[in-house]
């Protein structure tokens, strides 16, 4: 049975929480997304540099993609030697090999370095990888946000990383047994994402069995909670913590 550990919950600054990430463990084993609070609450998790199959980056910013240097060098430094994939957007090979240059000059020179594989999903693309399949569609974010979902041993897993719903990330959600969705706000949509009525609509349209909320703004959440138990849902909602497992099944 397929699994979802969440390695943190926040937005780019919540004071409380790490970065919004998750750990899916199924037929592959996947990070989707990688911010800079993001290594520490990982290695609280799991100390097994060679854990990780691949990671998924929704998008650029930092909080979602700016703990790439420090995890990819720790997998190094413990003695890792088998490749690592990373899948992203277009583009995402050169923009990689920019990030981690800046973080640790010369560290991930092949001589030095275990194999780390870029590989591009454009957007509305489709990936095998090895027993599972990643499709991604956009959201409305103020960058290009390529929401993901998994499809593995019969069961769907969908992640939106930041942005309000599109027309194409609608039907990437339909009947996905867990959607994990961040909602930022518990009123008005804030610029580039999502509110708690977007949503919860969202999930009643798409026949979406489990909808978990995170990414919610540090001043938002009781707001957002307030909303939630207010309204009735179709979907069972759940607010995940750092640490929570959700067994996918």
């Not at 995402?92 to 920019?98: G, I, N, R, S, T």
């Not at 290009?144 to 992640?159: E, P």
Request: overall charge negative.
């Amino acid at each position: 049975m397929a699994k979802v550990t969440f390695v943190g919950t926040g937005e780019a600054f919540d004071p409380a929480l790490p970065n919004t990430s998750l750990l899916y463990c199924g037929s592959r084993t996947l990070l989707l997304d990688c911010g800079f609070s993001i290594p520490h609450a990982f290695w609280r998790i799991s100390r097994d540099a060679d854990l990780l199959d691949a990671i998924y980056i929704t998008h650029l910013h930092a909080d979602h993609s700016f703990g790439l240097p420090a995890l990819l060098l720790w997998m190094r430094e413990e003695g890792r030697s088998r490749p690592l994939e990373l899948v992203g957007g277009p583009g995402v090979d050169a923009w990689l090999k920019k990030l981690l240059e800046l973080g640790y000059p010369g560290s991930y020179q092949p001589a030095k370095c275990y194999p780390i594989v870029p590989r591009e999903l454009a957007e509305g693309g489709c990936l095998e990888l090895e027993g599972l399949e990643l499709r991604n569609a956009q959201s409305e974010h103020s960058v290009r946000n390529l929401s993901i979902r998994i499809d593995d041993q019969g069961k769907s897993v969908c992640y939106s990383g930041d942005g309000a719903p599109s027309s194409a990330t609608r039907r990437l959600y339909q009947g996905a047994d867990v959607l994990i969705h961040e909602c930022y706000s518990g009123g008005e949509p804030a610029p580039g994402h999502a509110s708690v009525h977007e949503v919860l609509e969202l999930a009643d349209v798409c026949g979406v069995h489990k909808l978990c909320l995170l990414h919610v703004g540090r001043g938002q959440k009781q707001a957002v909670r307030d909303v939630v138990a207010g309204r009735s849902a179709l979907a069972q909602v759940v607010f995940p913590a750092p640490g929570d497992v959700l067994e996918i099944g």
